[in-house]
T-cell receptor
Framework: KAGVTQTPRYLIKTRGQQVTLSCSPISGHRSVSWYQQTPGQGLQFLFEYFSETQRNKGNFPGRFSGRQFSNSRSEMNVSTLELGDSALYLC???????????FGPGTRLTVT | EDQVTQSPEALRLQEGESSSLNCSYT??????LFWYRQDPGKGPEFLFTLYSAGEEKEKERLKATLTKKESFLHITAPKPEDSATYLCAVQGVGGGSNYKLTFGKGTLLTVNP
């Protein structure tokens, strides 16, 4: 079974721009979560979606948003990029029968 | 708020030298404790889920155990390919803990040949 896929893998943006990242979950998984990973803060939860509904959200500013489509694919958007948004953005999916989440390879975002 | 603390931050072992990594956690109620392995530039790879105190899980040279306040990841006779960052995460019960993993900062394990 194919794993979680994320596109693009690498991205370089300028301060003030916006960016959209995409995630395709493992086939049959309907829950998709997003995390930000930085050297200083580690992995931090952004939000979780299930059946196109956001069920939980972390402590990030409103510039960070997401959505989920009917096929369970998800996107996250960051508007008005800041230098501190440079990070590895990870997507994870979860099946309904268990609690463990399976991660994709991540999108490395660099803001200059 | 759920909290996870991992120690040590870094651990260097010789091949074959067994050791343990620690994960201390605070949650109002534990839905699950998870161990992941992360190689540089890659996403975390799922290793184990533990649900209740006293539970143990094993996979090759790794064994995870759980008490009411901490979890240990025991590495027996490690090999250089076990070198990675090991992450511990918890999911609590209810409210802001739902559907969310709270991670520790990880332990960077280096195994020298």
């Amino acid at each position: 079974k194919a794993g979680v896929t994320q596109t693009p893998r690498y991205l370089i943006k300028t301060r003030g721009q916006q960016v959209t990242l995409s995630c395709s979950p493992i086939s049959g998984h309907r829950s998709v979560s997003w995390y930000q990973q930085t050297p200083g803060q580690g992995l931090q939860f952004l939000f979780e979606y299930f059946s196109e509904t956001q069920r939980n959200k972390g402590n990030f500013p409103g510039r960070f948003s997401g959505r989920q489509f009917s096929n369970s694919r998800s996107e996250m958007n960051v508007s008005t990029l800041e230098l501190g948004d440079s990070a590895l953005y990870l997507c994870a999916s979860k099946g309904q029968a268990a609690y463990e989440q399976y991660f994709g390879p991540g999108t490395r975002l660099t803001v200059t | 708020e759920d909290q996870v603390t991992q120690s040590p931050e870094a651990l260097r072992l010789q091949e074959g030298e067994s050791s343990s990594l620690n994960c201390s956690y605070t949650v109002s109620g534990l839905r699950g404790l998870f161990w992941y392995r992360q190689d540089p530039g890659k996403g975390p790879e799922f290793l184990f889920t533990l649900y209740s105190a006293g539970e143990e899980k094993e996979k090759e040279r790794l064994k995870a155990t759980l008490t009411k306040k901490e979890s240990f990841l025991h590495i027996t006779a490690p090999k250089p390919e076990d070198s990675a960052t090991y992450l511990c995460a918890v999911q609590g019960v209810g409210g802001g803990s739902n559907y969310k993993l709270t991670f520790g900062k990880g332990t960077l394990l280096t195994v020298n040949p």
